[in-house]
T-cell receptor, first 111, second 112 residues
Framework: GESVGLHLPTLSVQEGDNSIINCAYSNSASDYFIWYKQESGKGPQFIIDIRSNMDKRQGQRVTVLLNKTVKHLSLQIAATQPGDSAVYFCAERATGNQFYFGTGTSLTVIP | KAGVTQTPRYLIKTRGQQVTLSCSPISGHRSVSWYQQTPGQGLQFLFEYFSETQRNKGNFPGRFSGRQFSNSRSEMNVSTLELGDSALYLC???????????FGSGTRLTVV
């Protein structure tokens, strides 16, 4: 089956610093990727997505980078704020439009 | 526009019992997917329904079942509950089954 993994289960950053969350995926045929943010007691929320024909996409304070050669995805958060503290998941869309999620990285922002 | 609504939010059941969880998708969304979330396994895909038909199914035992109604609302049922079924069950809907899903807040099931 598919697998999506995260390099680090936890990440702590100082407020104002940039955060980088990494994700490895296993299926080279996956054509679409999403980053989700999940706050305590809530369901995952869409942050940003990227298609496999792109290598970079920027949103508001967030950037997703895709390296298909090594099957690696990263989420960069600029000027991290306390409200960014959450668990972040990457997801890949594999065959049959089925999404597979990683176990998540817990980001803690230190004021 | 209302989001994905899951009921109930919290549930405590005893081993051997059965449980039914409900999900109302965003209006106009015809695809509903269910996921089980546990600390050790992350988000595990249970099944997807589209226009009342099960389209995909994850690797869960037959005790886990679901259905979708004509108004796109979906229910999932777990029979003969086991302690290991304790988890957050998330429902997600999408309009086109192509791009990202919108998740509900989940139902926290505790089996004692």
């Amino acid at each position: 089956g598919e697998s999506v993994g995260l390099h680090l289960p936890t990440l702590s950053v100082q407020e104002g610093d940039n955060s980088i969350i990494n994700c490895a995926y296993s299926n080279s045929a996956s054509d679409y990727f999403i980053w989700y943010k999940q706050e305590s007691g809530k369901g995952p929320q869409f942050i940003i997505d990227i298609r496999s024909n792109m290598d970079k996409r920027q949103g508001q304070r967030v950037t997703v980078l895709l390296n298909k050669t090594v099957k690696h995805l990263s989420l960069q958060i600029a000027a991290t704020q306390p409200g960014d503290s959450a668990v972040y998941f990457c997801a890949e869309r594999a065959t049959g439009n089925q999404f597979y999620f990683g176990t998540g990285t817990s980001l803690t922002v230190i004021p | 526009k209302a989001g994905v609504t899951q009921t109930p939010r919290y549930l405590i059941k005893t081993r051997g019992q059965q449980v039914t969880l409900s999900c109302s998708p965003i209006s106009g969304h015809r695809s509903v997917s269910w996921y089980q979330q546990t600390p050790g396994q992350g988000l595990q895909f249970l099944f997807e329904y589209f226009s009342e038909t099960q389209r995909n199914k994850g690797n869960f035992p037959g005790r886990f079942s679901g259905r979708q109604f004509s108004n796109s609302r979906s229910e999932m049922n777990v029979s003969t509950l086991e302690l290991g079924d304790s988890a957050l069950y998330l429902c997600a809907s999408t309009a086109d089954r192509v791009y990202g899903y919108t998740f509900g807040s989940g139902t926290r099931l505790t089996v004692v």
